[in-house]
């Protein structure tokens, strides 16, 4: 939780978050705290806007239609406050618990947002970045209209980009301590799980290179073929692949030129 969104709570007894906003101001008048809330955001203060939209979304009636839209605003102050698991704790909400609203899709795409920012680099633990991928391919399949599909189908590719990179390094890892056969297998794992990815491409070679040095050469030539039916103008594919010395003397081409792991 954010520095100004816990001093803000810890005066929420008082209704007071600086800014002129008291929350005890409204009397449990929902309307006008909404729009209260709503101004708030708009002006950047999410510590006022968290303290309105969390006392709607506990006092709200659940078939106001005031609750999916509070709760929705209440997940983009957390995300405004840099508080993404809370915020897509909120999101959540709106689509677990309204799945017909119009702000469903949305909510399931902003949450997915949320977790995806949770995982900022491939070399982190892959948790959120799971669940915003399990949350993408949700939108895709319960909302197959929604004006978010391409965004959502974008991201997915993104983050199918990030996957790629984390095995991809996992096998750099192994080959560069001389383990080839664990190596292999996480190169194996992108080319087979992200073919579109752009690791594709380097987990390819990286497999030739091992299967080259353990004199693996049927492998070696199979993965060669491949590379080259995938990339067949790269110029470092050409390099370590030459079709023409392969196609005359495939066990002389497999085994040459062995390369050393580039640096990802």
């Known amino acids: 939780m954010g520095v100004r969104s816990t001093a803000c709570l810890a005066l929420a007894g008082l209704g007071a978050c600086g800014g002129g906003f008291r929350l005890d101001r409204f009397n449990g008048e929902t309307g006008p705290l909404y729009a209260a809330g709503v101004k708030e955001l708009s002006l950047k203060h999410y510590g006022n806007a968290i303290l309105a939209f969390e006392k709607l979304a506990t006092d709200l009636p659940a078939r106001d239609t005031l609750l999916p839209r509070a709760q929705f605003l209440l997940g983009k102050a957390r995300t405004g406050n840099v508080e993404h698991l809370l915020a897509a704790q909120a999101f959540n909400k709106v689509a677990e618990n309204f799945p017909e609203d119009t702000l469903a899709d949305d909510a399931m ?18 948790q959120y970045g799971t669940t915003a991928q399990a949350t993408l391919r949700t939108l895709v399949g319960v909302y197959p209209d ?24 996992a096998g750099l890892y192994y080959l560069r301590r001389k383990a080839y056969d664990p190596a292999i297998l996480y190169f194996k794992t992108v080319v087979k799980s992200y073919p579109e990815s752009q690791k594709s491409r380097d987990a390819y ?5 091992s299967y080259r040095v353990i004199r693996y050469v049927e492998e070696a030539a199979e993965a060669c073929t491949a590379v080259r039916q995938r990339f067949a103008s790269d110029a470092e594919v050409q390099r370590t692949c030459p079709p ?14 062995v390369v050393a792991p580039r640096k990802p």
Do not use: G
Not at 244 to 257: G, H, S, W
């Open 109 to 126: 795409y902003e949450s997915a947002q949320s977790y995806q920012r949770l995982w900022r680099s491939p070399e982190l633990d892959s």
């Open 146 to 169: 929604s004006p978010r599909l391409k965004d959502a189908e974008r991201e997915l590719a993104h983050l199918d980009e990030m996957f790629a990179t984390k095995e991809y390094l």
């Open 205 to 209: 070679l990286r497999m030739v290179e």
């Open 244 to 257: 023409v010395v392969a196609a005359r003397d495939t066990t002389a081409a497999v085994l040459a030129p």
